[in-house]
T-cell receptor, first 114, second 116 residues
């Protein structure tokens, strides 16, 4: 089975801190994604990556950056955390960019910014 | 632009009753459609998907969905709900074809509660 792991289930940070959220997949998938999930808004795509060192903005990239130095690892970075970035963050991966390919999700990181 | 609408934010059903969760999409061509489920404290799991062919698709956990092009709908159904089906359900459509990635657009979700 595909496994997508996220470094923390719960995280509490202070306003202005630099925050790293880590995601690792173990199935040699090409594509990786970062979403944030908020009540009443569903999942919104922040960034995605289709190859090592390749990335593309999603629908809500402001305030975030990403890094993919190795194929299995995709990091989300909050350069200066703000309270409006308090949310659930979900990482996902898929084997390729074909539209019929399933995305596999990690368990999520619930981030609170105080 | 592509979009997905799930008109029901919250639904409560009794255990053993039938279930239908609604999903409407907006897409110019034949869509690639998915239903995912998120159990409390967990990530999303794929229930089923539709790309072409038979418009009634079977998924895991006894779920099925029917694609109706004329109504732009892809409703999820289950004939008899179990208490373990309590979760949040998301409908999604692939928002972009070609290129390097399969970008999904999600609905806002339907939270299902199951009464004993």
């Amino acid at each position: 089975d595909v496994k997508v792991t996220q470094s923390s289930r719960y995280l509490v940070k202070r306003t202005g801190e630099k925050v790293f959220l880590e995601c690792v997949q173990d199935m040699d998938h090409e594509n990786m994604f970062w979403y944030r999930q908020d009540p009443g808004l569903g999942l919104r795509l922040i960034y995605f990556s289709y190859d090592v060192k390749m990335k593309e903005k999603g629908d809500i990239p402001e305030g975030y950056s990403v890094s993919r130095e190795k194929k299995e690892r995709f990091s989300l970075i909050l350069e200066s955390a703000s309270t409006n970035q308090t949310s659930m963050y979900l990482c996902a991966s898929s084997i390729s960019g074909r539209p019929d390919r399933e995305q596999f999700f990690g368990p999520g990181t619930r981030l609170t910014v105080l | 632009a592509q979009s997905v609408t799930q008109p029901d934010i919250h639904i409560t059903v009794s255990e053993g009753a039938s279930l239908e969760l609604r999903c409407n999409y907006s897409y110019g061509a034949t869509p690639y459609l998915f239903w995912y489920v998120q159990s409390p404290g967990q990530g999303l799991q794929l229930l089923l998907k539709y790309f072409s062919g038979d418009t009634l698709v079977q998924g895991i956990k006894g779920f099925e969905a029917e694609f109706k092009r004329s109504q732009s709908s892809f409703n999820l159904r289950k004939p008899s709900v179990h208490w373990s089906d309590a979760a949040e359900y998301f409908c999604a459509v692939v928002g972009r074809r070609g290129g390097a990635t399969n970008k999904l657009i999600f609905g806002t979700g339907t939270l299902l509660a199951v009464q004993p």
